[in-house]
């Protein structure tokens, strides 16, 4: 990166911000990153405008400056960039320096769904199961809806919400057949990747055989985990 950097390569200026700015391989300084940031962006890379707009956005190292934020968003969501995309839907749906669209949103987190952003997939997964519930579709209709593909496939890449909702489906019954064990066994992948919550439900379901074997040793070392973490 540092030798392409030094031809003005603008995705290698962008790789090496990076660098700097998280600390990987070099000792991080967030402000040398934040320009290489800026002298790529300048020749275009949509990577590093979309840093540029969460810095500006986060004000953690300037001053927050939406404007600008959405201004570096707007220049890379138009090349492209799905994370862009997907944040210039949040400015939208949240009236972050914009006036509250839920229209103009849903059509920026439509692009991005487009491109397998996991958090616009949920995004434009919630929209369709507001329409459902607006539609009153019944549970058989509701296993059909476009709403449970989008949740799945934000699942598959990683939205927790997404995984969250699906457990919620298997639990009840809506939108996918009723199953307790898979139910379950979406919590438990969920707790695998750390989250306590899901880990307390898991413990849960082993002292009381919901979905899986009871197995109350095995739901004590789970409650002593999570009370050792305090």
Not at 85 to 99: A, D, L
Not at 138 to 146: D, F
Request: glycine share 8%.
């Amino acid at each position: 990166f540092r030798e392409a950097a030094k031809y003005g390569f603008a995705p290698a200026l962008a790789n090496f911000g990076k660098c700097y700015y998280d600390g990987m391989g070099v000792s991080e300084s967030k402000i040398q990153g934040m320009r290489y940031f800026e002298m790529a962006a300048d020749k275009g890379n949509h990577l590093a405008m979309h840093h540029l707009g969460d810095i500006h956005h986060e004000g953690a190292i300037v001053k927050k400056n939406d404007s600008l934020a959405y201004s570096y968003y707007s220049k890379a969501a138009a090349g492209g960039y799905a994370q862009s995309q997907r944040m210039i839907g949040r400015f939208h749906e949240k009236g972050i320096f914009v006036s509250p669209d839920r229209d103009e949103a849903l059509k920026w987190y439509t692009l991005a769904a487009k491109q397998n952003d996991a958090e616009a997939l949920y995004k434009v997964g919630m929209h369709q199961v507001e329409q459902d519930s607006i539609n009153g579709l019944s549970k058989r209709k509701l296993r059909k809806s476009p709403a449970i593909d989008y949740m799945r496939k934000a699942a598959r890449y990683g939205s927790k919400e997404a995984q969250r909702f699906i457990v919620k489906c298997f639990a009840e019954g809506k939108y996918l057949k009723k199953s307790r064990k898979r139910s379950f066994m979406w919590m438990k992948s969920i707790a695998e990747l750390g989250d306590e919550d899901a880990l307390m439900y898991v413990a849960y379901c082993h002292e009381k055989g919901r979905g899986t074997d009871m197995n109350h040793p095995l739901a004590y070392r789970l409650y002593k985990q999570l009370a050792e973490k305090g």
